[in-house]
T-cell receptor
Framework: DGGITQSPKYLFRKEGQNVTLSCEQN?????MYWYRQDPGQGLRLIYY???????QKGDIAEGYSVSREKKESFPLTVTSAQKNPTAFYLC???????????FGPGTRLLVL | AQSVAQPEDQVNVAEGNPLTVKCTYS??????LFWYVQYPNRGLQFLLK??????LVKGSYGFEAEFNKSQTSFHLKKPSALVSDSALYFC????FGRGSTLGRLYFGRGTQLTVWP
């Protein structure tokens, strides 16, 4: 997990509320990614960013939003439009010239 | 389209025995292949990758994987399993398509490895 931090470790969301998950990396990586993990479904890509101020939708972007204002930060907002947000969220980063993605420790989002 | 299949949801093996976790892939060009391991409530840890060269790739914690182009497989192996190897294992393939999909990973659903004493 080293070099990538995610906070909080656990997050509780009330119905109709937007919540933001933090992801920070000190690896000087250009690319950052957000995945959602549900039991038995593996990892699904939500959003990714190859460079600062640019990002693309992944496979399940509906109900989520991101920003990439700084190289080291890629926060994910789970909006009220996401009707089933309970999951384990993983952030990753990689250099654009190196293929390996490195993952943070994850945030578990629960709905009250 | 790129895809990865891990045909076994669970693999059980006795400590000291060899283990294999299977992975097959489908890509349009040359594949870049990865194995990751996940312990409960933790992020994924990188184990090893195949880019080019020797078909047998050695990685962390005594794991290795064999790339077989004709069978489009990249099975993870270890000669002697440990109880501490019990975890969830993911195979992934890198997409090098054009445009905005450049560089994204496609993951399999994961295989739960249980090593019993």
């Amino acid at each position: 997990d080293g070099g990538i931090t995610q906070s909080p470790k656990y997050l509780f969301r009330k119905e109709g509320q937007n919540v933001t998950l933090s992801c920070e990396q000190n690896l000087n990586h250009d690319a950052m990614y957000w995945y959602r993990q549900d039991p038995g479904q593996g990892l699904r890509l939500i959003y990714y960013s190859q460079i600062v101020n640019d990002f693309q939708k992944g496979d399940i972007a509906e109900g989520y939003s991101v920003s990439r204002e700084k190289k080291e930060s890629f926060p994910l907002t789970v909006t009220s439009a996401q009707k089933n947000p309970t999951a384990f969220y993983l952030c990753a980063s990689s250099t654009t010239s190196q293929e390996t993605q490195y993952f943070g420790p994850g945030t578990r989002l629960l709905v009250l | 389209a790129q895809s990865v299949a891990q045909p076994e949801d669970q693999v059980n093996v006795a400590e000291g025995n060899p283990l294999t976790v299977k992975c097959t892939y489908s890509v349009s060009g040359n594949p870049y292949l990865f194995w990751y391991v996940q312990y409960p409530n933790r992020g994924l840890q990188f184990l090893l990758k195949y880019i080019t060269g020797d078909n047998l790739v050695k990685g962390s914690y005594g794991f290795e994987a064999e790339f077989n182009k004709s069978q489009t497989s990249f099975h993870l192996k270890k000669p002697s399993a440990l109880v501490s190897d019990s975890a969830l294992y993911f195979c992934a393939v890198r997409d090098f398509g054009r445009g905005s999909t450049l560089g994204r990973l496609y993951f399999g659903r994961g295989t739960q490895l249980t090593v019993w004493p």
